[in-house]
């Protein structure tokens, strides 16, 4: 079973940074696409948007383009972990963030209704 543990989340003022740690566990392919979902408050975590994604086998990485100059998305692969790095951060960044894995794809996943497993989410609040 696929198991993914999130940190890192908290407070922040407007203009200051957090990163997000993702731990997974229970695969043991390389195909595997790890995507950070920012959930709006009032909806459902799939109706959310895929802010980044990474693909394990060749570490081939996307960031939505209106956060590219704000996140990056990275991993370690021998700690098994992804990373959202998020700098700049906006009151408009809060949210509840979510890490989540498909396997078995071939590149990116950029869907959140694509993604199999998810973890149990950690909240990032941004003062003005």
């Known amino acids: 079973v696929v198991q993914l543990v999130e940190s890192g989340g908290g407070s922040v003022q407007a203009g200051g940074s957090v990163q997000l740690t993702c731990v997974a566990s229970?695969?043991?392919?390389?195909?595997?696409?790890v995507g950070w979902i920012r959930q709006a408050p009032g909806k459902e975590r799939e109706e959310g948007e895929v802010?980044?994604?990474?693909?394990?086998?060749?570490?081939?990485?996307w960031v939505k383009d209106s956060e590219q100059d704000r996140f990056t998305i990275s991993q370690d692969k021998a700690k098994n972990t992804v990373y959202l790095q998020m700098n700049n951060l906006k009151p408009e960044d809060t949210a509840k963030y979510y890490c989540?894995?498909?396997?078995?794809?071939?590149?990116?996943?950029?869907?959140?209704?694509?993604?199999?497993?998810w973890g149990q989410g950690t909240q990032v609040t941004v003062s003005s």
């Open positions: 802010v980044a994604s990474i693909f394990i086998g060749h570490d081939s990485r």
């Open positions: 229970g695969y043991t392919t390389d195909s595997v696409a």
């Open positions: 989540a894995a498909v396997v078995g794809v071939r590149w990116t996943v950029r869907a959140p209704l694509e993604y199999d497993y």
